[in-house]
């Protein structure tokens, strides 16, 4: 249940009885012309989907992650490593005070990388457990995503959902190529903005609604299944 439908009596309930909480991680970056908040639209959506059984409660998603390559294109923001790394522990120490003990991060977007903070706040944090869920490569989402097309790129058909879709926008009819993940990785700013142009990093730009429910359904329960075993 999404945080903001609840109240901190309901909170104090849960905690009784259950110390599960989900943390939605998203970045606010360009998509080509897909929304901007594209993950964090996505990893919101999907933990409160995945929570929905058991009703854990689902925290607001961080609108803001680390992004600094995408710092040529306007409205994308990033926040330095360190404050995002103490945003995060920020953020844990409150969820563990309020009893919380176990916290699944739902992260939407490939640049976070919170592990390397959540095993550190777990050293100082023996007692509560933090796990980190990429959830787009999660083993059976990106196979089903390689099932329909290999080439599926930052901002290509596998981020277009209906929620992530913008009216006057529409997309281009035709694949783009696949862009060089290796050479993008060594670009600053203003030359990986050239080199990927719109900012697909390569792929068709949109398919079937029933394509995208069909691997969403699998990254829903690919995610519960997480939340369930734990
Ligand atoms: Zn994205």
């Known amino acids: 249940m999404r945080i903001a439908e609840m109240d901190w009596r309901m909170v104090e309930d849960w905690v009784r009885h259950d110390d599960r909480a989900l943390l939605p991680l998203g970045s606010t970056e360009q998509h080509a012309g897909l929304s901007l908040a594209t993950d964090t639209i996505l990893a919101e959506r999907?933990?409160?989907?995945?929570?929905?059984?058991?009703?854990?409660?689902?925290?607001?998603?961080?609108?803001?992650?680390?992004?600094?390559?995408?710092?040529?294109?306007?409205?994308?923001?990033?926040?330095?490593?360190?404050?995002?790394?103490?945003?995060?522990?920020?953020?844990?120490?409150?969820?563990?005070?309020?009893?919380?003990?176990?916290?699944?991060?739902?992260?939407?977007?490939?640049?976070?990388?919170?592990?390397?903070?959540?095993?550190?706040?777990?050293m100082d944090n023996p007692d509560a457990r933090v796990r980190c869920h990429d959830w787009w490569r999660a083993p059976r989402?990106?196979?089903?995503?390689r099932a329909v097309d290999a080439d599926a790129g930052h901002a290509s058909w596998m981020e277009s959902f209906p929620s992530t879709r913008l009216a006057w926008t529409p997309p281009p009819a035709t694949a783009k190529p696949m862009v060089d993940l290796g050479r993008v990785a060594t670009l600053p700013p203003f030359e990986l903005r050239n080199l990927v142009e719109d900012g697909n990093f390569g792929g068709a730009y949109q398919r079937d609604d029933a394509i995208m429910t069909g691997i969403w359904r699998i990254a829903v329960a690919e995610t519960r299944e997480l939340l369930d075993a734990w």
């Open 141 to 145: 989402t990106m196979a089903a995503i």
């Open 46 to 122: 999907l933990a409160t989907e995945a929570a929905e059984p058991i009703g854990a409660p689902v925290f607001p998603p961080l609108p803001y992650g680390l992004a600094p390559y995408f710092a040529a294109f306007p409205g994308s923001i990033t926040l330095r490593v360190a404050t995002f790394g103490m945003l995060l522990r920020d953020v844990l120490d409150s969820l563990k005070r309020s009893g919380f003990r176990r916290v699944l991060i739902v992260n939407g977007h490939g640049g976070n990388q919170p592990e390397a903070i959540a095993r550190e706040w777990m």
